[in-house]
């Protein structure tokens, strides 16, 4: 019997969608979906905008706020910017932090990465690290290289303590909004390179990191993710949008965690 660490860790990245209405609307729907979502950490990542809304609906409710974004220094004239303290005062648990349209879109690099973890951490969030190859790396069977770079960029100079406090998001970038998901055996050969990195650098505080997966998940997939040994939970986009869809993520990997217990 696998031995899985820990219950289901479920985000939903809203990316720059939903006005404030909508946000809220689809809150609400997610955190009266049963109590037996109790067992699972449940997270909702909405933009900016509408933190303060979805802040009002998850207050006292199981479910945690995060962000999708923030800058490394705690405030001044960086206009357009949001920090680490500003987020925490939005009552945000959790942040992203790279994720792979920040690194295309933005040009965001591990260098990028690894100054925003540190402010986050500093500021008293969790950072959920996004990392992940393109189809030309996997094609060309870069896959690992490019995640042990990442990796190493991304968290150089953090203790054991940081990564207790760390999650971080397998993300391959052809898995993401395509529908082509990546393979239970794919991601888990991924997800468990990943452990052993962490484990080498950062011992038993590394090697119980959260580690999630993103890419196109959907209620049809999670079941069968989930039961790989080395897969915590999701970070979901698309199917976060709409209320139906996130629960039955969430209850799909619970479904394969009461089983191993
Ligand atoms: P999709 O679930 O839409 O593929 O997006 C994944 C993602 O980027 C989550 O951060």
């Not at 950072?127 to 960029?153: F, H, K």
């Not at 990564?163 to 993401?176: D, G, L, N, Q, S």
């Not at 650098?201 to 999630?212: N, V, W």
């Amino acid at each position: 019997m696998v031995r899985r660490r820990r219950p289901p860790f479920v985000a939903g990245n809203w990316k720059m969608n939903l006005r404030l209405r909508e946000a809220s609307d689809l809150a609400r729907k997610i955190v009266g979906a049963g109590p037996d979502l109790a067992d699972c950490t449940i997270v909702l990542i909405p933009p900016f905008t509408a933190l303060g809304a979805v802040a009002g609906v998850v207050a006292g409710s199981a479910a945690a706020l995060g962000a999708q974004d923030l800058f490394w220094e705690d405030q001044g004239a960086y206009t357009g910017e949001v920090s680490g303290p500003m987020l925490k005062d939005a009552r945000c648990e959790y942040v992203l932090v790279g994720h792979s349209e920040r690194r295309q879109i933005f040009g965001e690099t591990d260098e990028t990465v690894n100054r925003k973890v540190r402010a986050a951490l500093k500021a008293g969030l969790s950072p959920i690290v996004c990392i992940g190859e393109v189809l030309a790396e996997r094609d060309a069977g870069r896959t690992l290289e490019r995640i042990d770079g990442q990796l190493a960029r991304g968290l150089a100079g953090f203790s054991r303590e940081d990564m207790a406090r760390t999650i971080i998001a397998y993300e391959p970038v052809w898995a993401i909004g395509t529908g082509r998901t990546a393979t239970p055996e794919q991601a888990q050969e991924v997800h468990a390179h990943i452990r052993g990195r962490l484990g080498e650098s950062y011992g038993h505080e590394g090697a119980t990191c959260a580690i999630i997966y993103g890419g196109s998940v959907k209620p049809a997939n999670s079941y069968p993710l989930f039961k790989e040994e080395d897969i915590d939970g999701f970070l979901v986009g698309g199917a976060s949008l709409e209320a139906g869809g996130f629960v039955g993520i969430a209850r799909e990997a619970l479904r394969a965690y009461r089983e191993e217990k």
